[in-house]
Each structure stands twice: as structure tokens, then as C-alpha cells.
């Protein structure tokens, strides 16, 4: 069965720094999110992208956060100057059609550590 | 403003009983449903959906019943069994939207 597949599995990074995590979504879906998990909370949505451009995004989203397809199979989310309050599970998620009528398949996640 | 809410963060139940997982959602444009499984260390699982013009929908030991006048959905599997022991998650979304919004998971441990 296809499956997303996000890289690195853990990443240790020091505040301030930038992290890129990546993800390859299902090879067929067009339309591709992200969402973290801060230690046992709830999964928030951070960003949809569909058409190489944001459909939507959410309050967590600011600035200090972008996404990217740069080529045909690769979607990063990059974090600029990280805190320490970034450090949580990030997913990476794809599906065929919108929701509301299509569902989300995740990958297995990135663990982000700032120290 | 947590629109979508499970309000039992953990459930036990006996191997070969009935599991039922509830969620509650505040939003009335809400019209697709999804439920997710998830184990530790791994990503949330699709487990099974229903669109707001249905009530109910099934798949093998999995059933999701969606009351839309309480803004009411379930997940009841059966028989359980040991290997469904993981967090479940229910999610909502709305036409014209590009997100599923989450509930905070329930904990489910099934008991051999």
C-alpha cells in the first residue's frame, strides 16, 4: 500500500536554528499538510497545499514558517529560528481529493527536539 | 475554542466486548468525519469516515453513527481485541475548508 514517508525520523536541533523536515507524499495525491502534535496534545493543524501554493493555514503558521514543493515528489516545511516551544511530533499528510471527502493519510512523523 | 472535543481521554474494555468512542463537535458546517487510530511513535491511522448525509457507516468491526442534531459522532468496534488498544482521534471538516480540525484523542486499552 503506498505510504508518506517523512524524514529525518528525529532531528536535534539548538534555538535559533532552521530545520527543514521532508516528506514524500502518495505519489497520485495532490493535495498535502501539515500538522504537529506538542506531547500529548491534541493534532493541530499547521498548512494545506494544493496547486504549489498554501490553501490554507492556521494561527500557528506565522512567519517564522514555510513550505515548499520543489520538485515532483518532495514537500518540505521549513522552521526558521527555532524555539523551544516548536519542539513536538511534525506530520506530514496527504489525500487525493479536498476534505470533505477525502481522507488525510499521515506519514510516521518527524520528532523535533530544540534544546 | 476547541471545536471538536472527546471529552474521555481513556477507556477500558474486555477482549470481545464492545468499544465505543465518542466525539462531539461544535461547528454546524462541519459535513465530513474521519476517525484515526494511532500508535505510539507512528503516524495517525484512517480507520473509517461518514459524510453528514449519512447516519451511520460500516466496515467489518468498525461502525460510525453521526447524530447531527446533538453534533454527535461514535466509533464502536466489535468484538475488541488487544491489537485495537491505541489513541483514537475523531476529525471534522467543512466544505470550502482545507483542514480537518482534531479532537484531543481518546486512550483505548483493551484487556485480554
Known amino acids: 500500500e503506498p505510504e508518506v514517508t517523512q524524514t529525518p525520523s528525529h532531528q536535534v536541533t539548538q534555538m535559533g536554528q532552521e530545520v527543514i523536515l521532508r516528506c514524500v507524499p502518495i505519489?497520485?495525491?495532490?493535495?498535502f499538510y501539515w500538522y504537529r502534535q506538542i506531547l500529548g496534545q491534541k493534532v493541530e493543524f499547521l498548512v494545506s497545499?494544493?496547486?504549489?501554493?498554501?490553501?490554507?493555514k492556521s494561527e500557528i503558521f506565522d512567519d517564522q514558517f514555510s513550505v515548499e514543493r520543489p520538485d515532483g515528489s518532495n514537500f518540505t516545511l521549513k522552521i526558521r529560528s527555532t524555539k523551544l516551544e516548536d519542539s513536538a511530533m511534525y506530520f506530514c499528510?496527504?489525500?487525493?481529493?479536498?476534505?470533505?471527502?477525502?481522507?488525510?493519510?499521515f506519514g510516521n512523523g518527524t520528532r523535533l527536539t530544540v534544546t | 475554542d476547541q471545536q471538536v472535543k472527546q471529552n474521555s481521554p481513556s477507556l477500558s474494555v474486555q477482549e470481545g466486548r464492545i468499544s465505543i468512542l465518542n466525539c462531539d463537535y461544535t461547528?454546524?458546517?462541519?459535513?465530513?468525519f474521519l476517525w484515526y487510530k494511532k500508535y505510539p511513535a507512528e503516524g495517525p491511522t484512517f480507520l473509517i469516515s461518514?459524510?453528514?448525509?449519512?447516519d451511520k457507516n460500516e466496515d467489518g468491526r468498525f461502525t460510525v453513527f453521526l447524530n447531527k442534531s446533538a453534533k454527535h459522532l461514535s466509533l464502536h468496534i466489535v468484538p475488541s481485541q488487544p491489537g485495537d488498544s491505541a489513541v483514537y482521534f475523531c476529525?471534522?471538516?467543512?466544505?470550502?475548508?482545507?483542514?480537518?480540525?482534531f479532537g484531543t484523542g481518546t486512550r483505548l486499552k483493551v484487556l485480554a
Open positions: 499528510a496527504s489525500s487525493d481529493g479536498r476534505p470533505s471527502g477525502s481522507p488525510l493519510h
Open positions: 505519489s497520485n495525491h495532490l493535495y
Open positions: 497545499f494544493y496547486n504549489n501554493e498554501i490553501s490554507e
Open positions: 461547528n454546524s458546517m462541519f459535513d465530513y
Open positions: 461518514i459524510s453528514s448525509i449519512k
Open positions: 476529525a471534522a471538516s467543512a466544505t470550502g475548508t482545507y483542514k480537518y480540525i
